[in-house]
């Protein structure tokens, strides 16, 4: 399993709603995630800047590329544009982080 770590923003005072969204998650959208070999993914949030850190764990034959074409991941991104900085297409804007250090 590949750890895979990426940073998003949220819109001043966007925080709460973000985890209210969240807690209410999709079950089509978790499934979703799932059958694309994503496993153990967690969202962080830095409460002073707004700064959202998510990893994951996904199998190196991880269907996550093909999401974004996905008509729930696409309408997901839709009901959380709002919240957070995002692409012309609604994606949210992220970047994908480079591990520096490591303690097992």
Do not use: K, N
């Amino acid at each position: 399993m590949e750890r895979y770590a990426f940073r998003m923003q949220l819109r001043p005072g966007a925080a709460e709603e973000y985890r209210r969204r969240h807690d209410a998650i999709w079950p089509e959208l978790a499934d979703l995630l799932r059958a694309a070999g994503v496993r153990d993914y967690a969202i962080w949030c830095d409460p002073q800047t707004g700064a959202l850190f998510g990893i994951l764990s996904r199998p190196a034959d991880h269907g996550m590329d093909a999401l974004p074409d996905h008509p729930v991941m696409r309408a997901w991104w839709d009901h959380m544009a709002d919240l957070m900085e995002v692409m012309p297409d609604r994606a949210p804007v992220a970047v994908p982080l480079t591990r520096v250090f490591q303690l097992d």
